[in-house]
Each structure stands twice: as C-alpha cells, then as structure tokens.
C-alpha cells in the first residue's frame, strides 16, 4: 500500500473514531438543499418571495406566448380560407405583434427582478451559512484536529459555499420560471384542447420519473465526491504551508502523487455518477422528443377526424407542449448545481450539527468574580484521544501555588506540554481533575477560564496584519477591549517593551502598523516570539502559561526578556516549561518529570544540593567562561543588548537600501512578474481553444463530441421546417444524446482530474518569492485548488456540450430562416442577433471584472479562516474566535456590499437576453405577415422561417444563461495559465541541466547582499564573507533578526542574492542545477513541518528518491538513532507505523524536531543546514543529538552549519561566525571569541547555570 492509500486510510480511521462522538446522522440531498433556505433572515424570505413571483410571473409569460401563436395560426388560417381580406389580416397580424412585444417588455422587467434579487439572497444566505459553519469548526475541542479532520473547514467555507450559492442564485430563479412555464403551458394546452393535451401529457411523468431517481442517485455519489476533495483539500494546504521544506527535499513530485490518490478515488466515482447524467439527458431527451412526435401524430389524426376544428388550437396545444418540454430540458443542467449545493451543504451541516465536547461559545458555566490562580492536579489519568493506548499521565498530582513560579523539566514526551493543555481545557482528563482555586476547571465558563489565562508557545503563531493587530488581539474579552486606539497603542507599547519588542518594532518601515505576512512570516522567529509575549502579557493575566517562552530568542534577548517574564510573573501563578535551564533558575518550584511522572521537585538550589537528575542536567547545559559569571552588572548588559536591538535588522527595516539601478529594475521586474494582475487575460473562445489545445489527450473525444453535437442542435430547426410541413411522425430520436451524455461525461472527469493535479504541482514549482506574496497565502492557495478546476468544470464539462448545441441550435435555425424566407430572415436576423451578442457579452465582461474584484474578498475571507484552523491552539488559547469571526464576516461583508451595484447592472443585459427574443419575434411576425399578405413568402415558407427564428430565440436564451458560469470558468482557466507559464527564477534549464555539484571542497560567500522580493528596500544582509571547507561544523550566532535565518535560505537557493556570490569549488551556485544541489543537501528548520501519515512515511521523506518501498528499515532506524528518536518511536505501539497525525500535532514538540533530524540524516547530505535544529529538545536528548551531529561533522565529508541560540551546541564548532546587522562582526572558535570578542562573551555569560 502506497504513502498516499495509507494516509487516506488513517483519515477514514479517524473519521471512524471520530463519527462515534458527537456526530450527526447523515443528510439526504433534498434535505440539505431545503434547509440551505433555514438560514435565511426575514430580508432574505421577503427579497425571494418577491423573486418567486417575478420568476412565476415570467414562465407564465413564456406560456402566453403560445396564446398569441394560436391566434395568430387562426387568423392567418382566415386569411388563406379568404374568409378574411390582406389588408384585414396585416392589421391582425400587428395587434398579435404588439401582443409579442407586450410579453417582451413583462418578460425583461421580471427577469431582472428575480435575477438581481435571487442573486443577492444567495449572497447574504450563504454569507450566514459559512459564518455559522467556520463558528462551528471554531467551537470544536481540539482533539478534532487532532485527528486531522479539521483541516479542510477553510477550505469548504469557501469552496463549498460557492457552490451552494451557485445552486440558489439566478440559477433558482430560471428553475422555478421553467417549472412556472411547463405547469402554465399546460394548463393552456388543457383549456385549449383538455384530449390532445391528455395524450401529450405522457412526456411529463416519464421525464420527471427519470430526472427524480437520477439526481438523487448523483446527488448521493456527489456527497461522496465532495468529501474526498474536503480530504484532498486539507492534505493540498498542509503541503502548501510548508513550501520550503517541499523544496528543501524535493518533495513535490511525492506529494503531488500523494494528492492524485485523492483526485483517482474521487475520478472512480465520477465515472459512476457521469454514467447516470448520461442516462438522465439522453433519456430525457429521447422522451421529450418521441412524446412530441406522438403529439404531431395525434394532432394530424385529431383534424382529420373533425375532434378539432381549428387548427389554431392544435398549435396552441403543440407549442405549449415544446415550450413546456424546451423548459424541462433548458432547466435539466441545474439539477446539476442543484445537486452540488444539496451535497456541498449537507457536508457543511455535518459539522454545524456536531455537539462540541469542549465548546468556546457555550455560556454556562461559573465565572467568579475573583481569580487567586491556585492550580491543583489531583490524580490525573490521560491519553491522547488518536492514541488511547499510551498512557501519558497515570495518577498525577501536582499543587500549582497561586502566585508563584512553577517550573516544569524533563525529557520530550514525559508529559509537561500535556498539563498546559489541561489546565486550558484543550483536552479533559478520563479520570481525576484540574481544579482552580477548590473548582474544577470543567464547570467554569471556558471562555472566562482562557481569558484569566495567558499562554506563550514553543511555536509562536502570528496572524496576517499588523503588529498591532497581533498584540491588541491579546485584550479581546479583557475590559480594555472597547478602548479607543490610542489608549490601547499606550498598551501594546508598553507590552512590547516588556517583551523587548519595542525597540526592533520602532525600526520597522510602519512601526507598529507594519504588515508582517502570513503568520508573521516576514519576522525573524526569535521576533516572532517576543510579539507573542507581548500578546500574551498586556492583559495583565492573572495565570501565565509559558511552553518554551524564549526557545527562539537569542542570549542577550532571552536575558533580558527572561528579567521581564520574572517581573511580569511577579504575584501571578506562572507555569513555565523550559529546556534551557538557566530560564527557570530563579522559580519557586521546579518539578523535574519522566514517563508522566515527577521524580524531582524544588528549587534550583536545593536540587543542585540533592545532585540528582536535575543536577546532571545543569551540568549538560554549563558553559566554561574566562571570567566570573555574573560579573557585568545587570543594568550595564541590559543596555548594551538595548544597542544590539536598535541595529539588528528584521526582514522589513527603516533603511533605505542604495541599490544600483539596473539591480533595482531586475528587483521590480521580477516583482511584476509574479503579480497575476499584471497577466494579459484571454477570452472566452480563446480559453476554450486553449483548453482544447493543451489536452491532446482528449481531442478525439472533443471532435466526437462536436459531431454528437451538431446532431442534437440539428433538432432545433429540424422542429422548425417539420411543423411548417405537418410531418405525420417527428422522428429525431436520444442516440445522439446518448453519445454526448456519455463523451462530455468522460472529459469533464478528466479535465477536472487534470487541473486539480496540474494547479498544485504548479503552486510547488514556485521559488519561495510566490508563497511570500501577500495574496498567496496558504488559504488563499488552497481555496483555489478546490474551485479553479471546478471552475474549468463549468465551462468544459456538461456546459460546454449544452453552450455548443446553444451555438450550433442558433446559427442553424438561422440559415433555415435565411435558406426558406432570405428577405424575413435577414431583417429578423440583423435586427435581433447584434443586440442579443452585445448584451450577452456586455454581461461576461461586466461580470468578469465583478468576478476578479469579489474573489479577492473571497480570498482574503478564506486566508482568516485558514490561519484561524490552522493556528487553533492559539486562537482558543486567546478566547478570539469570535474576533475571529468578526473579521471572517467582515470580509464577507464587504464582497457583499462590493458585488451589489455590479450584480444590479449585469442583470440588466441578462433580463435584456431572456426577452429581447420576443422583440425581434415581434418583429418578424409583422414583416413576415406583410409578406405573406403581398404574396411574397408562402405560409409554409414564413413558418419555418419563423419557427426557426423563435426557437434560435429560444437557444440564445438558454445560452447566455450559462453567461454566470462561462466568466467564472474563464477566470478561473486564466489564472491556472498563468500558472502554468510562470517560471521560477531558481529552476533547472537546458544550460544548468547536466552541471550539478562535482565536491565539497570549499563553499564561498562572496559579498553577499540581499532584500526579500516583497521589501526591495529593507536589505537583510549586507556584504557577508566567509569560506567554509569540506569536513568543517561552522556556527551563525547573534541577535534575533540579524540574518543568521536568511544566510541559510540562500544556502538552500530558496532565494538568489541580490548582489554578490555563492560559489561551491569555484562554481557559482546559480548556474548549478538547484535540484542536483539541493539533493546534496539536508535542512533542519526552527519549526519543524511534518505531514499527514507515518513516522516512517516523515523520515523516508528525507530520502531522494521518488520510490518510499525502495528506503531500506535498517536506515530508517539507524537515522532515529541518531536523532536519538528510536527509544520513543520503538516504546509506542505501533513504533513506526505510528501516525503523526495533522502537521504531526500527535507528538510533542520535541519528537517532532527529532524525526525533523532523523529525515535530514537519512538523507545522507553533504551540507547539514541545521536552524536552530535542537532548540526543542529536552537537554539529554539535545546532547545525545548533538554528539551525533559533531560526530557526523567530523568524517571529513561534510559542511554542517548551524544557527543557534543555545550556545552550548556549537561550543565546539570549528568556527562560530558572530552575526551582527547583516554582516559577520567576528569569526572564531569558542575559546578564540571568549578570548577576544565582548559580545560573544557576554552572550555565554548570559547563559552559565552555574552558582
């Protein structure tokens, strides 16, 4: 079983696991569409009761038409009998016309109703649906995500809400005017002629029969479809937020064909579901048309016999049978939407309806006036819910004094983070309890419980914003809420300066409101870290939470933000886990934990006295220095670290870079060449064409479809010339139909297949520069994976073979009204086709440009949602969902506000396109009448002129009704070229292709200068030099933001410098094949990324090789060893086969960073990049890892560089290279530095445990 049918697996699993708590009963598909109008306000039921009359009143309009024909069959019947005079029969003949052009005017007035007002409903019903359903992902206890289930909830708020807006829009409106017009057209049929229209009713129940038992047959199978994608969906965006270890590893080939398994599963039903559409429309259609003939037949017998005496009531009959039958078969493709909206929603309502076990917005629960902060654990029993085998507490006791500092140590896994999640209610314990002050934390209100509770992660989580945005989130629920700005700014500073924030803040372009990107992606992560402090403290909580607080912080840094966190602590109850020791050295009570258990407890002296575990773990940590410990007072080494803060330089800086200007035109040149916006969009033929072009695979089938076809649009004017004969029998017959149901049914699988593959791996191939675009996010991207294709879809799947019989219908139609009347058809012709196109395309344009505007809203609305899922320990830890939801809903706002004047304006053409046949009916009724009546046209030749006209009409309607999807499906096909042509900048080339690394002897950073793309004038670093040689293990030290991070992006080539070389013996690094480089090459990120599958399927990443069965076991486990992971993988019982779970959330901080090490090592690298590789790590495990890595280093055959903070792991590098404002200030040994540089010095100071 292959990587991707076990991940697909261990997600049913889950579900399985999951669906026996809490879950609803499954929906049917006419249950989910009717309740999709639950959710309507008393606006939105009047603004569509008003829509369903205008809809009605419109149909019945259409019905009404065959009145006029009738009577007009009567009156030129008079006239050829001569019971009538010409001059009497052409002032007949124009009161009928009027009667034509009246319609008209009804027609366009009531279809802009309903359009513009159906359209606007959909907007603001499904606005509330994905309110409530992302409410609901937010309500969820975090073992939901746990399971990995709740990854797709961004992605279905957007994807699945356009498609149950698409299927209650306008599309509605024409729905219920078809069924207005069939239930009409017969009842005129039956007060016209109640025996004929009897015999012709056969064609209503055999259609709806088979329309009924085929939807709900597709509608069950689309429900199916739509959850796999949600799967797909959810692995897509945990590929997508970790570009860079995709490309670190290469893994996009791998995890693209681990994606596909998705799409093949979803493709194998498709072929089940196409095959009952095909059935549906050739059924359907070969009903409809043999009914018709039947009708004929009939009528022929029924006049013959005398039953009927004027002809003029059998054409009533007759027409209103088409026009009845032309509205089942013009309303049969939304079904389709139907369908989709029916299963999208019922997939949403699965969630909504889910009780929560631990729910942020339930109300209940005390909320004491007055919090001490007293924390006990009396007799705690815990396991994970995806792994209740392990036992992770037993029995565990622990007393939290209010106001004081508890510290809590020991190895990865033992059990320390799990006590935070406890005490935050992330998770409730099988047996014992947490209590607060004398209460159990599960009868407090859980978000009184989070709002008294502050906590600091290992791995910090930013939004998208400000720095602002990011701290003041932490006063949400606070009384400092509703302040005004400026008072709370007063907070955030002083927040920040607590944090030691302030300082690198002020040199940002903007300061405080300085956009920092996805997930404060544009900080360095010790930046990142001190931000969150700051969140974390301006609330002033009563009870902090600290998990590894200052792990991405520097020596300096950490020194004086630790001084601040113990100020900060100062009369609060603090619990601090920690791995650097000298953190916590000044804590109440430090309890020391192995295996969910304490074996240790006190305070850091007397521990040091009982020389035990916690005393060997000093030891591990302690740092030799030349001079006393302690010896800089503190006031003077806190304000030279405030000098190191006012020169370090994050990704954005007040600086202003004095590039040369032909290096500024490259940098805003490649800038453009990002930009989507920038791209020059084709049309709607030329997308077609293009689509056509670049599927040579499927172009047999597109010519047998065109010929499929032309045959079913030969039935329009086939219509037209038999009933202006009277033919006895209509033969046309469905299997033509059948041939088209069954082609088209094929490609649109294929197709869709094709892009959902093909716009992913395309996403992959990027350089980093793409996914650091503010309009790239992960949300962002992930959103358009799932509804770009399906977006394609709509345009080259069932539509296209109805858009092409609409086409083809028409200028059939037109050439037999030229071919049997030259001088009707030309006026009829001329005067009606210029004005129904220019409409038609005024509306593709107009709704073009509506489509790129509103998407971008849709976009921004679906990155919140996606950074509010993905970081949910951290929103819930905040008590900010329903911030959350309120900048999630303000974006849906403003979509809706922006999309109201467009919509008012592009139904006008719309309206115009669905009457304007009736004018130009109109029209040729008078002219053609004229020459009748002047003996220049026969009768039989005026009414297959005239048929013709009016069912081209007919066509031209059902067209541009499909005007909505075509420009989605235009944009949507757009933007998946342009990504196709665009080309990283870092790529292999015909030039690069065979020039790959040849040894290791000497790498070379030549003046090295670069800026990140999105901040060309903010320079990172600024003229680094340095030459490492094979065999050495080279440190990059200094202070947070300074460079140490970026140094090693270009190391990997994620970015080029902008200035200056990388060169490898003598080969500049950028005309190297990067992928033959990189190969050569293993990084070790600051936050480690592991995804949905195994531990064994994580580590075989690090292989590079496309074939996982071809990763020997002996390897695997030898890498863990050295990662010193085997003792926890081998203790769990499935060892390797155990899953990690989403973003490998089922192991601790630490196991994820050890398998992280593990897949770098087992790939074997000739460069070791390791960013700050152990800082995770427990202190035993680090130095276990850490032997490994040194002795690694030392084969000889190897460069292994290292950014650090912890300083004991690199005391033994061959060199440490001293970062400072993005250059190296000074290069050494440890005991070179010590001798001979201040701030190295003063950084091991900042360190040393001992005393």
């Keep these: 079983m292959g990587t991707g049918e076990k991940r697909m697996e261990e997600t049913k699993k889950s579900e399985v696991s999951d669906s026996s708590r809490n879950e609803s009963p499954e929906i049917g598909p006419a249950e989910g569409y009717a309740r999709i109008f639950r959710y309507a306000t008393a606006t939105e039921y009047s603004m569509q009761a008003i829509t369903g009359f205008c809809a009605i009143g419109s149909g019945v309009g259409m019905a009404m038409v065959n009145l006029v024909f009738g009577r007009f069959i009567t009156v030129i019947t008079d006239y050829t009998t001569g019971a009538s005079s010409a001059a009497g029969f052409r002032s007949d003949a124009s009161k009928l016309a009027l009667g034509f052009f009246i319609i008209g005017i009804g027609r366009f007035i009531l279809s802009y109703g309903y359009s513009t007002l159906f359209t606007l409903a959909a907007y603001r019903i499904t606005r509330n649906i994905r309110y409530l359903y992302l409410k609901a992902g937010l309500s969820q206890e975090i073992a939901y995500f746990d399971a990995g289930i709740g990854g797709s909830i961004a992605m279905q708020a957007t994807s699945n809400g356009k498609l149950i807006q698409a299927g209650i829009s306008e599309k509605l409106g024409l729905v219920v005017q078809g069924l207005a017009c069939f239930t009409a057209a017969f009842v005129l049929a039956f007060v016209t002629q109640w025996k004929l229209t009897l015999i012709c009713c056969c064609i209503a129940p055999a259609t709806l029969l088979v329309m009924g038992i085929s939807s709900a047959m597709e509608a069950s199978i689309e429900g199916k479809i739509l959850k796999i994608h949600a799967d797909g969906g959810s692995f897509a965006e945990s ?107 019922a997939e949403l309502f699965r969630l909504m309806d889910r009780a929560s076990a631990i729910d942020p917005f339930d109300d209940s629960g005390e909320q004491p006036s007055e919090v001490e902060g007293t924390i006990d654990c009396e007799n705690i029993k815990f396991s994970y819910p995806m792994r209740p085998g392990v036992t992770v507490l037993e029995n565990f006791c622990l007393r939290i004094p209010a106001g004081k500092v508890t510290a809590l140590v020991g190895a990865s896994g033992s059990g320390k983070s799990t006590i935070i999640g406890l005490i935050e209610r992330w998770y409730s314990p099988l047996s014992g309890s947490v209590k607060l002050d004398g209460r159990p934390i599960d009868t407090l209100n859980v978000q009184w419980l989070r709002k008294h509770v502050r906590l600091v992660q290992q791995e910090p989580v930013l939004f998208s914003g400000t720095v602002y945005d990011n701290i003041v989130n932490g006063l949400v629920g606070t009384p400092w809420e509703k302040d005004s700005r400026q008072d709370k700014m007063t907070r955030v500073q002083e927040a920040a300066k607590v944090a030691f924030a302030h300082d690198f803040i002020s040199m940002l372009p903007d300061g405080y409101d300085t956009v920092i990107g996805e997930r404060g992606g544009l900080l360095s992560g010790g930046q990142k870290q001190r931000v969150a402090i700051a969140r974390s403290v301006i609330s002033q909580p009563r009870i902090l939470l600290l998990d590894e607080a200052t792990s991405a912080l520097d020596p300096h840094a950490e020194e004086v933000v630790q001084k601040a966190l113990d100020n900060v602590s100062k009369g609060r109850t603090t619990v601090t886990i920690a791995h650097k020791l000298a953190t916590i050295r000044n804590a109440d009570n430090i309890v020391v934990m192995d295996s969910g258990r304490i074996v240790e407890q006190g305070t850091h002296h007397s521990l040091l006295e009982a020389d035990g575990v916690y005393a060997r773990l000093v030891q591990a940590q302690d740092l030799s220095v030349v001079s006393q410990p302690g010896s800089e007072s503190d006031a003077s080494s806190e304000t030279d670290q405030d000098e190191v803060a006012k020169t370090e330089l994050p ?48 172009r047999l089938m597109y010519f047998m479809l065109a010929m499929a076809c032309l045959g079913a649009a030969a039935a329009y004017p086939g219509q037209a010339i038999l009933m202006s004969r009277f033919i006895e029998v209509f033969k046309f017959t ?59 879809f709509e345009l080259m799947g069932f539509n296209v073979a109805l858009i092409f019989v609409s086409v083809v219908g028409v200028l059939s139609c037109c050439v037999v009204a030229l071919a049997y009347g030259w001088r009707l058809g030309v006026v009829i012709i001329f005067a009606g086709l210029p004005p129904l196109l220019a409409s038609g395309y005024a509306r593709i344009r107009m709704e073009s440009a509506m489509e790129t505007k509103i998407s971008k809203r849709f976009s921004a609305s679906a990155s919140i949602a996606s950074e509010a899922i993905s970081a949910i320990r951290t929103v819930s830890s905040l008590a900010i969902e329903s911030s959350v939801l309120e900048n999630y809903t303000n974006e849906l706002e403003h979509a809706i506000s922006d999309s109201k004047r467009p919509i008012m304006l592009i139904m006008l053409p719309f309206a115009f396109t669905q009457s304007v046949e009736y004018a130009f009916q109109a ?8 020459l009748v009546s002047f003996g220049d046209l026969t009768m039989v030749n005026f009414f297959a002129a005239f048929l013709a006209v009016f069912f081209s009409g007919q066509q031209a309607s059902i067209l541009f009704g ?112 990067p992928w033959s480089f990189r190969r050569e090459v ?41 990662a010193n992971a085997w003792d926890f993988i081998s203790s769990l019982p499935e060892g390797l086969n155990t899953p990690c779970g989403s973003n490998g959330l089922q192991l601790s901080g630490g196991q994820r960073q050890r398998i992280a090490i593990a897949r770098a090592l087992i790939r ?88």
């Design 1082 to 1122: 293993a990084l070790v990120q600051q936050e480690p990324k592991l995804y949905p599958g195994t531990i064994r399927d994580n580590i075989s990443m690090g292989v590079p090789t496309d074939d996982i069965n071809a990763v020997r076991e002996s390897d695997i486990i030898e890498a863990c060893r050295s």
């Design 923 to 930: 029209l040729g009724f008078w002219y053609g009448c004229r």
């Design 651 to 698: 990704g954005p800086t007040r600086t202003v870079t004095r590039y040369s200007t032909t290096t500024r035109e490259r940098l805003e040149l490649d800038l453009d060449r990002d930009n989507y916006d920038k791209w020059k969009r084709l049309g709607l033929f030329s997308t077609i064409w293009r689509i056509v072009k670049t599927t040579p695979e499927l």
């Design 239 to 345: 590929i997508l937020s970790s570009a860079r270890n995709v490309q670190a590893f290469d893994l996009r080939t791998r995890l693209v064909r681990d994606f596909d398994k998705y799409l093949q599963e979803a493709h194998k039903l498709g072929n089940k579901k196409n095959v009952i559409l095909g059935f549906m429309f050739s059924t359907e259609y070969f009903i409809i048309f043999a009914g018709m003939g039947l009708c004929f037949w009939q009528s022929i017998r029924m006049i013959a016999t005398g039953e009927v005496e004027k002809p003029g009531d059998v054409f009533i009959v007759l027409m209103s049978v088409i026009v009845a039958s032309s509205s089942l078969t013009a309303i049969t493709p939304y079904l389709i939407d139907f369908s989709r909206a029916a299963s999208s929603a």
């Design 962 to 1073: 499909f005007a909505g999807s075509m420009t989605k499906a235009c944009g949507a096909a757009n933007y998946l070229f342009w990504l196709e042509q665009l080309q990283p900048t870092i790529r292999e080339t015909d030039e690069n292709r065979d020039n790959g690394p040849k040894g290791f002897q000497a790498l070379d950073i030549k003046k090295v200068q670069f800026s990140y793309p999105m901040r060309p004038d903010a320079r990172v670093l600024r003229g680094v030099n340095l030459q490492i040689k094979k065999g050495q293990f080279v440190a990059f030290v200094g202070a947070s933001g300074c460079g140490k991070s970026t140094m090693i992006a270009m190391l990997e080539r994620f970015y080029d410098p902008v200035s200056g070389h990388l060169v490898l013996d003598g080969t500049n690094l950028d005309a190297m094949n």
């Design 1164 to 1251: 074997n690298p000739r460069i070791l990049l390791l960013d700050e590789a152990t800082s995770a790590l427990d202190t035993q495990s680090e130095r276990v890892v850490q032997d490994a890595l040194n002795e690694a280093a030392k084969t000889g055959n190897r460069i292994t560089i290292a950014v650090a903070h912890r300083l004991s792991t690199v005391r033994h590098a061959d060199m440490i290279c001293v970062f400072y404002n993005g250059k190296i200030l000074e290069a050494g040994t440890h005991e070179n530095l010590l001798a001979n540089s201040e701030m190295y010095r003063k950084m091991c100071e900042a360190q040393n445990l001992n005393g």
């Design 734 to 792: 469905g299997s033509e139909m059948q041939k088209k149901g069954n082609f088209f049914a094929l490609m649109f699988l294929t197709l869709n297949h094709k892009y959902r593959k093909e716009i992913i791996n395309d996403m992959l191939r990027q350089d980093l520069r793409f996914f650091d675009r503010p309009e790239n996010t992960t949300g962002a991207l992930s959103s358009r994976v799932d509804s770009y294709p399906q977006a394609v």
